[in-house]
């Protein structure tokens, strides 16, 4: 048995090193995430703080995205036009804030931002609306 797998390793050791090289950049994107993002919540945990703290979530999508479904109760700030308008997300800095975006990216920038401008307890939503959807849980328009 060990030797078939030797002899298989040597006969694709390129593959062998693409799949470490792999490894380590989902390994290196995971752990830049969990640092600069802090605490992603999924869609279920970020159910629970709205019910527990009463969060300001923050859609950082382009407001026509924002107009066709969103979160409910969820302000609209654009992710560009953030640093200009963090004056409307309030003033308490330690009230808790959920951000998302489409899929998750952005809400993670966002919530970067967020902490740079002295907001203290900044959630991305993993997974973004997609997710929210993905959960059944409900948007609206309104």
């Known amino acids: 048995m060990t030797d078939q797998l030797l002899t298989f390793f040597h006969a ?26 802090g605490k992603k919540l999924g869609p279920m945990e970020a159910v629970r703080l709205i019910n527990d703290r009463d969060p300001l979530v923050v859609d950082v999508r382009a407001a026509p995205d924002f107009k066709k479904s969103h979160l409910l109760n969820a302000l609209n700030v654009p992710l560009p036009k953030l640093d200009e308008r963090h004056g409307e997300i309030g003033k308490d800095k330690s009230k808790p804030i ?4 489409a899929l998750g990216g952005a809400a ?32 609206t328009a309104k």
Not at 15 to 32: C, D, K, P, R, T
Not at 98 to 101: E, G, K
Not at 128 to 133: D, R, V
Request: glycine share 12%; hydrophobic share 55%; net charge neutral.
């Open 98 to 101: 959920i951000v998302y975006d």
């Open 108 to 139: 993670v920038e966002a919530a970067v931002k967020l902490r740079k401008l002295g907001f203290t307890e900044v959630y991305p939503l993993r997974g973004g609306i997609n997710g929210w959807l993905g959960a059944n849980l409900p948007v």
């Open 12 to 37: 694709h050791t390129a593959l062998f090193i693409a799949l470490i090289v792999a490894l380590l950049a989902l390994i290196g994107n995971e752990v830049h995430g969990a640092i600069t993002g």
